[in-house]
């Protein structure tokens, strides 16, 4: 499974492979490559520092930016789920900390299920939260280390299985979550939330839905965020005819629909 997760920033590319047996089965491990005359190389394997790292899944999700890679590995302890931060110091990634989940149950979170960086802050979606309605942890850059900034819990008044949190995306102070199996209003359509810093914490400033109000659409299975644009995935989307779950990915600029991509 060497690609289930990918990152990219200024000129490294990070790839996971959550269910790598090596020790252990489904250890995982990430491999981090550098752009080095117009071409990707290796520049180092991660392996998952856990010491009992059995069906972990370590690297089922990756970010980077600016000298950090976050990766998920959401079925650590229990699936309760953990994160590891690598920093780049002379030439090469070195472990800094492990976050792992403040809930601190054994309940099947899923903590780290979905990871996000940009301008020293992480964010982490633990999916499963309360029986899978969701929830998202945001984690600020102070003096060496990330420390807890915010909980934020799904805010759907009837969230019963909305996997709130199964995407996350961070830009320019902006937060994208994905629940792609919110009822909207009824039918599991999907939808995406999006938090603006306000004040020293993320605030829920609008909810997306799908255009086409596909039931099961799974809208919001994927989120990206830049420069002003929000692009969601909805990889079981069919409404324009052709087969099932052939898919599509939508474009918001400031909450308007722009275009769609089949």
Do not use: C, M
Not at 142 to 149: T, V
Not at 169 to 193: F, L, M, Q
Not at 205 to 218: A, F, H, I, R, V
Not at 223 to 248: C, D, E, L
């Amino acid at each position: 499974d060497f690609g289930y997760s990918v990152a990219i920033h200024n000129g490294y590319v990070v790839v996971g492979d959550p269910y790598k047996d090596g020790g252990s089965r489904n250890q995982g491990e990430v491999h981090v490559y550098r752009l080095e005359r117009g071409e990707f190389r290796l520049l180092q394997k991660i392996q998952n520092p856990d010491g009992s790292p059995e069906d972990d899944a370590f690297g089922f999700s990756v970010a980077i930016h600016d000298g950090f890679i976050v990766v998920g590995t959401p079925y650590d302890n229990s699936d309760s789920g953990s994160v590891y931060v690598y920093r780049l110091e002379r030439g090469e990634f070195r472990h800094l900390q492990r976050i792992q989940n403040p809930d601190g149950s054994l309940d099947e979170d899923e903590f780290g299920h979905s990871v996000a960086i940009h301008d020293g802050f992480i964010v982490v979606g633990a999916y499963g939260d309360n029986d899978y309605t969701g929830s998202v942890y945001v984690y600020r850059l102070e003096r060496g280390e990330f420390r807890l900034l915010q909980h934020i819990p799904n805010p759907d008044g009837n969230p019963g299985g909305d996997y709130f949190g199964h995407s996350v995306a961070i830009r320019d102070g902006y937060i994208v979550v994905g629940a792609y199996n919110d009822n909207v209003p009824t039918n599991k359509e999907g939808s995406v939330y999006i938090y603006r810093l306000d004040r020293g914490e993320f605030r829920n400033s609008q909810k997306l839905e799908s255009p086409d109000k596909e039931t099961n659409g799974q809208f919001g299975w994927s989120v990206a965020i830049h420069n002003g644009r929000v692009v969601v995935g909805q990889p079981y989307n069919q409404s324009k005819g052709g087969s099932s779950q052939q898919g599509s990915a939508y474009i918001f600029s400031y909450g308007y629909y722009l275009v769609e991509k089949e």
